[in-house]
């Protein structure tokens, strides 16, 4: 879901090559088990990824669109602060899988 400042976002920033700005969603920091047990951001987690929501992308993105979220590895992008918001910058190669509201016109994968 877009956020109020990210429309100010893409205006003043222009992402370049294969980069994508996403807003991180809560899941990131601290998080709760299924009992309500709070599992604090420091802890341990071996290799789980995280969602995003896209506020821009760079002209040679091509799986990606502004408004879709991707799940990625929290490790593999770069932390920036915009208008005291926090983002991160990924390369597309670094984005496992994206999800995005599905129009009439489309039909689905191709393989």
């Known amino acids: 879901m877009a956020q109020p400042h990210d429309d100010d976002v893409k205006q003043s920033i222009r992402m370049t090559a294969d980069r994508i700005l996403v807003r991180p969603s809560d899941e990131i920091g601290e998080r ?30 091509r799986n990606v669109e502004e408004g879709d979220q991707v799940l990625f590895a929290p490790d593999s992008g770069y932390e920036v602060e915009i208008r005291a918001d926090e983002y991160l910058i990924l390369r597309e190669r670094d984005v496992h899988a994206v999800a995005s509201v599905r129009s009439e016109g489309q039909t689905g994968l191709y393989l």
């Not at 420091?42 to 506020?55: G, H, Q």
Request: proline share 7%.
């Open 32 to 61: 709760k088990s299924r009992s309500g047990i709070l599992i604090p951001a420091t802890a341990n987690v071996d290799r789980r990824l995280v969602w995003a929501a896209v506020v821009a992308v760079g002209p040679t993105v």
